[in-house]
T-cell receptor
Framework: DQQVKQNSPSLSVQEGRISILNCDYT??????FLWYKKYPAEGPTFLIS?????DKNEDGRFTVFLNKSAKHLSLHIVPSQPGDSAVYFC??????????FGTGTSLTVIP | NAGVMQNPRHLVRRRGQEARLRCSPM?????VYWYRQLPEEGLKFMVY????????ESGMPKERFSAEFPKEGPSILRIQQVVRGDSAAYFC???????????FGPGTRLTVL
């Protein structure tokens, strides 16, 4: 049972434009969310997180939005750069330790 | 401060053999997590350990799989009598506490022939 879903397996964006990656979850008890970026043959690297008490968190070019009523999470990257090309995973937790990961969205930023 | 270290990076086993995957967490991190990524799938949680204790193993198959995090030394994920379906990338992550980002190792790619 996939509790965290990323329905877009891939996304292509022009350099300099906004990339929006989406994530939906089913468990309303999730209270901590994270986004990770992964390059081939490497482990995921942490990007940004958000607690359920917030609806927005920003870090440089990366902003995460949380819509609890819709059980929806999104990551905005502005402006997109070719080095952002990677697979992006969202993850959710209700205990702060076990994390449920989505299946990933492969982002390609076209120069 | 070295990151999370995993070894070996690649492991080839024949069906029926044992696979041992090692993970050294970041210095100061007492929480260790193991995940499995099958081809074309996301990361699946397997087990969460603290020193000498298994906290949550709800994601780990009941048979053939075991994990430990001894007082001294790395965390070990052990797969006995491997089958072809065990072929996957196994990632270890560590964190200093709960509700904290997890730092991932580079993964061990297990291939079962």
């Amino acid at each position: 049972d996939q509790q965290v879903k990323q329905n877009s397996p891939s996304l292509s964006v022009q350099e300099g434009r906004i990339s929006i990656l989406n994530c939906d979850y089913t468990n309303s008890m999730f209270d901590y969310f994270l986004w990770y970026k992964k390059y081939p043959a490497e482990g995921p690297t942490f990007l940004i997180s958000i607690s359920s008490i917030k609806d927005k968190n920003e870090d440089g070019r990366f902003t995460v939005f949380l819509n609890k009523s819709a059980k929806h999470l999104s990551l905005h990257i502005v402006p997109s750069q070719p080095g952002d090309s990677a697979v992006y995973f969202c993850a959710a937790s209700l205990t702060g330790n076990q994390f449920y990961f989505g299946t990933g969205t492969s982002l390609t930023v076209i120069p | 401060n070295a990151g999370v270290m995993q070894n070996p990076r690649h492991l080839v086993r024949r069906r029926g053999q044992e696979a041992r995957l090692r993970c050294s967490p970041m210095k100061g991190h007492s929480h260790v997590y193991w995940y499995r990524q099958l081809p074309e799938e996301g990361l699946k949680f397997m087990v969460y350990l603290q020193k000498e204790n298994i906290i949550d193993e709800s994601g780990m198959p009941k048979e053939r799989f075991s994990a430990e995090f001894p007082k001294e030394g790395p965390s070990i994920l052990r797969i006995q009598q491997v089958v072809r379906g065990d072929s996957a990338a196994y990632f270890c992550a560590s964190s200093p506490s709960t509700y904290n980002e997890q730092f991932f190792g580079p993964g061990t790619r297990l291939t079962v022939l």
